[in-house]
């Protein structure tokens, strides 16, 4: 999620051209959904992935689409759904395989499908939707199958939300210099604000849910600040290059799911390896 630098007000009531009460909603039901499952039945949670990043899959084809760039659908949400599966009862080994098959299958249904012309292309952004978002996603189910999964998870979740809020609230209040051209509304002070809320809120998490050390808390919410600005900017690049401005539309006050999944998709895999490491 991008932060705003403070400006004129707007539709919506906010400041930064935001509509604060939609997004905030928003932001609250999501939280319940997730929270909900995660601490119900994990297999539930792991429904609502598949069904976030599916949504979110079909955004980015869409996307790609406004470029004459053809992302076979059917496939890649298979693969999705492969991949959670694969990942959670299998581990890690059966994550690589299905990725790989399933990257194989996208090579081959794009020979059959619209020629030779535009195939390294077409089949390219295929790979790459295969690998982001849904591939990425599949590490939630690593990180959810141990016994303290559910907390493990809540953590990811929290620290990366904390890099949004953070982020968006000093860079509302303190913004003024540019972080990257990529971005124009992301600022330095922005950046700081994200590594103050994650490193804050890892370190308490972590050692009231897994019984962890402030340092190891701390580590992760550092990491994952920079990382969710990282994944920030990478859809930034993404939505400059197909010249639109939001994934999408289904969600009041946040735009598509992948203006959601972003920094979470590139929070993932460092966090969930961290948690291995030290847990």
């Given at each position: 999620?991008?932060?705003r630098?403070?400006?004129?007000s707007?539709?919506?009531?906010?400041?930064?051209?935001r509509n604060?009460?939609?997004?905030?909603?928003?932001?609250?039901?999501?939280?319940?959904?997730?929270i909900?499952?995660?601490y119900?039945?994990k297999?539930l949670?792991?429904v609502v992935?598949?069904?976030?990043?599916?949504?979110?899959?079909?955004e980015?084809?869409?996307?790609?689409?406004?470029?004459?760039i053809?992302?076979?659908?059917?496939?890649?949400?298979?693969?999705?759904?492969?991949?959670?599966?694969?990942?959670?009862?299998?581990?890690?080994?059966?994550?690589?395989a299905?990725f790989?098959?399933f990257?194989?299958?996208?090579?081959?249904?794009?020979m059959f499908s619209?020629?030779?012309?535009?195939?390294?292309r077409?089949?390219s952004?295929s790979?790459?939707?295969?690998?982001?978002?849904?591939?990425?996603?599949?590490?939630?189910?690593?990180m959810?199958?141990?016994?303290d999964?559910?907390h493990?998870?809540l953590i990811f979740?929290a620290?990366t939300?904390?890099?949004?809020?953070?982020?968006?609230v000093?860079?509302?209040?303190?913004?003024?210099h540019?972080?990257?051209?990529?971005?124009p509304?992301?600022t330095?002070?922005?950046?700081?604000?994200?590594?103050?809320?994650?490193?804050?809120v890892?370190?308490?998490?972590?050692m009231?849910l897994?019984d962890?050390?402030?340092?190891?808390?701390?580590?992760?919410g550092?990491l994952?600040?920079l990382?969710?600005?990282?994944?920030?900017?990478?859809?930034?690049?993404?939505?400059?290059?197909?010249?639109i401005?939001?994934?999408?539309?289904?969600?009041?006050?946040?735009?598509g799911?992948?203006?959601?999944l972003d920094?979470?998709?590139?929070?993932?895999?460092?966090?969930w390896?961290?948690?291995i490491?030290f847990?």
């Amino acid at each position: 999620m991008e932060e705003r630098t403070a400006g004129t007000s707007s539709s919506g009531g906010s400041r930064t051209g935001r509509n604060l009460p939609a997004a905030i909603a928003v932001g609250l039901v999501l939280a319940g959904l997730v929270i909900g499952t995660v601490y119900t039945i994990k297999e539930l949670f792991l429904v609502v992935v598949a069904g976030a990043v599916g949504v979110g899959v079909l955004e980015l084809v869409k996307a790609f689409a406004t470029r004459d760039i053809k992302v076979p659908a059917v496939p890649v949400l298979a693969g999705l759904v492969a991949m959670q599966v694969g990942a959670y009862w299998g581990g890690p080994e059966w994550l690589l395989a299905t990725f790989a098959i399933f990257a194989f299958v996208l090579l081959i249904w794009r020979m059959f499908s619209d020629g030779t012309a535009g195939y390294v292309r077409d089949a390219s952004a295929s790979v790459f939707t295969l690998f982001y978002p849904a591939m990425l996603s599949a590490f939630v189910a690593l990180m959810l199958h141990p016994d303290d999964g559910n907390h493990r998870v809540l953590i990811f979740i929290a620290v990366t939300v904390a890099s949004d809020i953070g982020g968006y609230v000093a860079g509302v209040l303190f913004g003024r210099h540019q972080l990257t051209v990529i971005s124009p509304k992301k600022t330095w002070e922005g950046l700081a604000g994200s590594v103050v809320a994650c490193t804050g809120v890892g370190a308490w998490l972590v050692m009231w849910l897994l019984d962890g050390q402030f340092w190891q808390g701390a580590l992760i919410g550092a990491l994952a600040a920079l990382l969710a600005t990282v994944g920030d900017l990478i859809e930034s690049m993404i939505k400059r290059d197909l010249g639109i401005k939001d994934m999408g539309t289904i969600l009041p006050g946040h735009g598509g799911l992948m203006d959601r999944l972003d920094s979470l998709v590139t929070t993932l895999v460092p966090v969930w390896l961290l948690m291995i490491l030290f847990f």
